[in-house]
């Protein structure tokens, strides 16, 4: 019999949750499961549910718990779910992580904290460049396509996110402060939470996560 393997990426907007996610989930065959990807997919496609997100996420606000948990539930039902999954961007608020916790009780979860400083956020944030086509991360000074406006990874169109933009970041990050910095420190009372230091260079932050995951799995690690 399989076991469910659960691993949780939390960290402020910009923190590089998205590009650590994407590079463990191929490490490790998990699917990469993003709430904030799931939002811009129903967008785009102008599903119901991306009509009643939109106003919050342009306006950097969070989606209200309800619609969140619905989706996301949705989401790790589905079959490539079955062996486990890695969370980017979900839980963001205290009901969510009292929600996922109830759901996942018993099973094998790693709970990672990538942890930077505000300022660093802001410039982060507002370099990103996404790929039109896959899931892939440039930054405009920090991680820059080799032809400009070009994704490395499959040659798509790159495009820079409405809620980038630096006033936006700002009311995320103050939203970040207000309403998830609780949630994780909920997470760290339980004892069950590894920090992470998010400054270092990407292949630094892959490298540590990695660590504190082989040091977990020794140690046991059950919700
Ligand atoms: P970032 O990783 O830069 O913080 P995301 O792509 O995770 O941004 O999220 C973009 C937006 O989608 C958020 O600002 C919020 O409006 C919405 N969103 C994503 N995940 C959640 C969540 N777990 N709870 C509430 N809103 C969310
Ligand atoms: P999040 O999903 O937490 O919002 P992303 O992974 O999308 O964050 O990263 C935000 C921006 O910062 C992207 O443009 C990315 O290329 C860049 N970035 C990610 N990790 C680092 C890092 N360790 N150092 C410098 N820039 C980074
Ligand atoms: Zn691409």
Do not use: W
């Amino acid at each position: 019999m399989s076991e469910q393997r659960i691993l949780i990426l939390l960290g402020p907007p910009g923190a590089g949750k998205g590009t650590q996610a994407s590079r463990l989930a191929a490490h490790l065959g998990l699917p990469h499961v993003a709430t904030g990807d799931l939002f811009r997919e129903n967008l785009s496609q102008g599903t119901a549910l991306g009509q009643r997100a939109k106003s919050f996420m342009e306006s950097g606000k969070l989606v209200p718990d309800e619609l969140v948990l619905e989706m996301l539930f949705d989401r790790v039902s589905r079959p490539d779910c079955a062996g486990g999954y890695l969370l980017d961007g979900f839980p963001r608020t205290l009901p969510q992580a009292e929600a996922l916790t109830e759901r996942l009780a018993g099973l094998s979860v790693s709970t990672l904290s990538l942890e930077v400083p505000d300022d660093q956020l802001v410039e982060r944030a507002s370099g990103r460049l996404l790929c039109k086509s896959c899931s892939n991360i440039h930054h405009a000074t920090f991680s820059p396509p080799r032809v400009a406006g070009v994704c490395d990874a499959c040659g798509g169109e790159l495009y820079r996110r409405k809620d980038d933009d630096p006033a936006v970041v700002r009311e995320r990050l103050a939203v970040f402060h207000e309403q998830t910095q609780p949630m994780i420190d909920y997470y760290a009372r339980q004892g069950s939470l590894e920090s992470i230091d998010g400054t270092q260079s990407p292949d630094d932050v892959f490298a540590s996560l990695l660590a504190r995951l082989d040091a977990g799995t020794s140690a046991g690690g059950r919700a």
